[in-house]
């Protein structure tokens, strides 16, 4: 997977006894039987016998294996305070399929520093968003309308569960939503606990144009997001509808227009209502799902009327072939009689010949 596999695999972590009891998988020589209807990735988290080294990203972020399960984590290194500990612990106790985890993280300081140094482990997605679109754009391969749809749910789905905790995400790109190749799976990472550190470094890649009214941290992640699923869809990077950083409304609908002629209906319809401009108009994350409900409602009304509609032209087409089948049986029992007519008529014929000549033979006898 990675040409530095090898060379990594002999750099061993610090001791897994290290790992914080925040989240505290028993590590052991072997990894232990998995239980009856275990989550997979609950099972490897807990069952694992160490953590091998495999590539550093940068000099602060490095993959590692879960060994002996093929199965990869990021580990972040850094420092941070113990407000930031206390977030990233409460993470490590999040479950939500669409939300990318953080697992747990050890303690890396020198007990003689003065300043405490933490490896924060969290899955690894190698694809992104951004990605996605380069691979996909080279053969022209849109992305199929459900998996649009799915995408649009899930995230959704992910963001409404962080907003009803009070937090917005609020740093939204093409690099931080990924497509999770072993779930089927759009995915986002929450970067929170780390915005008061660099704030600076903590914005939505696609700003809407609020005008002056009140932003609202929510909405604006829902017009990110809605951008997002947009250069997917259209497999084109949505930066071109700014310029130096101003929305370009004509572009934007440009792009809109576009999208109706690929996803008519329902994905149109969502999206224009996630990049709406008028932020008053412009759902949050929990006016959003009564939109996403509303569309569902209609999607299935749709398909019990498709539904009705096949069961209708079944029933025609079985009376058609019903009448069919009487009318030709009526022909065959027609043209059988015919049959059996044409056949009486005939003898009837032959014998009145047969009567006439033995009467012509009588006539001729006695004249004689």
């Known amino acids: 997977m990675y040409p530095e596999y090898y060379i990594g695999q002999q750099k061993q972590t610090q001791p897994i006894n290290k790992i914080t009891s925040s989240y505290n998988p028993v590590v052991q020589d072997v990894p232990r039987q998995r239980l009856p209807n275990e989550n997979p990735k609950d099972y490897m988290l807990s069952a694992y016998t160490s953590l091998i080294h495999v590539i550093d990203i940068t000099s602060t972020s490095a993959i590692y294996r879960v060994d002996p399960f093929a199965k990869y984590l990021c580990c972040w290194t850094n420092i941070i305070s113990q407000a930031e500990i206390s977030a990233i612990q409460e993470r490590t106790k999040w479950k939500h399929p669409n939300l990318v985890c953080f697992l747990f993280y050890q303690d890396a300081s020198d007990k003689y520093a003065q300043t405490r140094e933490f490896r924060i482990y969290y899955e690894y997605l190698p694809l992104d968003v951004k990605q996605l679109i380069e691979k996909r754009s080279q053969t022209s391969e849109y992305v199929p309308e459900e998996e649009i749809w799915k995408m649009i749910s899930g995230l959704s789905d992910a ?77 084109t990077d949505c930066r071109d509808t700014y310029n130096q950083g101003v929305l370009q409304f004509d572009r934007l609908e440009d792009n809109l227009q576009k999208l109706r002629k690929l996803y008519p209906g329902r994905v149109e319809n969502v999206l224009r209502a996630m990049v709406d401009l008028d932020n008053e108009r412009r759902p949050d994350w929990i006016e959003f799902q009564q939109i996403l409900q509303q569309h569902k409602e209609k999607q299935v009304g749709l398909s019990e009327q498709q539904s009705n509609i096949v069961l209708q032209i079944e029933k025609q087409k079985c009376k058609g072939n019903t009448d069919v089948n009487i009318n030709n049986q009526e022909n065959v029992e027609m043209k059988m009689n015919s049959q059996k007519g044409d056949g009486l008529d005939q003898k009837l014929i032959n014998l009145n010949k047969r009567i006439q000549e033995t009467l012509s033979k009588s006539l001729s006898k006695n004249l004689r």
């Open 159 to 235: 963001l409404l569960f962080l907003q009803k905790k009070g937090i917005s995400h609020s740093a939204l790109t093409l690099e931080s939503i990924y497509f999770d190749e072993e779930y089927l799976l759009y995915r986002v990472q929450d970067v929170s606990p780390f915005r008061a550190k660099a704030p600076h470094l903590f914005s939505n890649e696609f700003q809407p144009p609020e005008n002056g009214q009140k932003s609202n941290k929510f909405k604006n992640d829902v017009f990110g997001v809605g951008m997002i699923v947009l250069s997917l869809a259209l497999l």
